[in-house]
Nanobody
Framework: RVQLADSGGGSVQAGGSLRLSCVAS????????MAWFRQTPGKEREGVAQ?????????YYADSAMGRFTISQNSAKDTVYLQMNDLKPEDTAMYYC??????????????????WGQGTQVTVSS
């Protein structure tokens, strides 16, 4: 069984930064990709960034995150980070860590992510 514990959300002003963390535990050997998604009320959960766990490569960002967010992992490969800089009010959402046990059929394919964290709220004020 895999458990994901995400944290690091908070309230910041526009232009500020936050770093989200996701600690994976349990049968982590089965995990192939790690990712961050976000969701606002009434909208679909959307992908933000993903990383291949074994190599730390094959990084992909959604257009909304490109140039402002950075996904990374620690050397033990059990913690994934999302560094978010230059935050904007439209980044306000619940952010979820996710893990897949297979390579996504396309970048940030939500259907391939089978393990989810409980979510951490990010609120950006103007």
């Amino acid at each position: 069984r895999v458990q994901l514990a995400d944290s690091g959300g908070g309230s910041v002003q526009a232009g500020g930064s936050l770093r989200l963390s996701c600690v994976a535990s349990g049968d982590t050997k089965s995990l192939i990709y790690m990712a961050w998604f976000r969701q606002t009320p009434g909208k679909e959960r959307e992908g933000v960034a993903q990383i291949e766990r074994q190599t730390g490569e094959r990084i992909y960002y959604a257009d909304s995150a490109m140039g402002r967010f950075t996904i990374s992992q620690n050397s033990a490969k059990d913690t994934v980070y999302l560094q978010m800089n230059d935050l904007k009010p439209e980044d306000t959402a619940m952010y979820y860590c996710a893990a897949s046990v297979r390579r996504p059929i396309y970048p940030l394919a939500k259907k391939n992510y089978v393990h989810w964290g409980q979510g951490t709220q990010v609120t950006v004020s103007s």
